[in-house]
């Protein structure tokens, strides 16, 4: 489970450490998602549900056959390094408006990057959790 808002560097080869917290969800082997407004970093296990949730979708009518395909040629192979690091490509790093400091923000069964811009415009306050239903 992915929670907490972290603030990273991203060295010049496009490089940032993985939270402590985060690198025995995300383990060795993961992937980067274009999700428009931000990245977002799953392990096998979640990539592997998502797409049976939208192979499913897709048998059912529920989206169209592109969905898939859309869905899997804007994923990208992650490898966790000995120390942590993990490399989002140049085009990623573009695409999110990401340049040499990230907002990583644990989102339960995944961690979506964001350009630090990005996220302060969508960052909760704490008015948004006073008249919450589901606490």
């Known amino acids: 489970m992915f929670v907490g ?3 990273r560097s ?3 080869k496009g490089r940032f450490a993985l939270p402590s917290t985060f690198r025995g969800d995300v383990g060795s082997h993961a992937y980067l ?5 931000c990245l977002a970093i799953m392990n096998s296990a979640q990539v592997t549900k998502t797409l049976k949730r939208l192979e ?10 592109s969905a898939m395909r859309v869905f899997t040629a ?10 942590g690091r993990v490399v989002v490509p140049a085009g990623y790093r573009t695409a999110a408006d990401i340049s040499d400091t990230m907002t990583l923000v644990g989102a339960f ?5 964001y350009a ?3 996220w ?7 008015d948004d959790m006073t008249n919450v239903s589901w606490l």
Do not use: Y
């Open 116 to 118: 630090p811009e990005r």
């Open 33 to 37: 998602v274009n999700l428009g407004s």
């Open 10 to 12: 991203v060295d010049e």
């Open 74 to 83: 804007g994923m990208s192979e992650l490898k966790v390094d000995s120390q």
């Open 120 to 126: 302060n415009a969508l960052a909760p306050s704490d």
């Open 109 to 113: 069964t995944r961690i979506e990057l």
């Open 5 to 7: 808002t972290h603030e």
């Open 56 to 65: 499913k979708k897709i048998r059912n009518n529920d989206e169209p056959q």
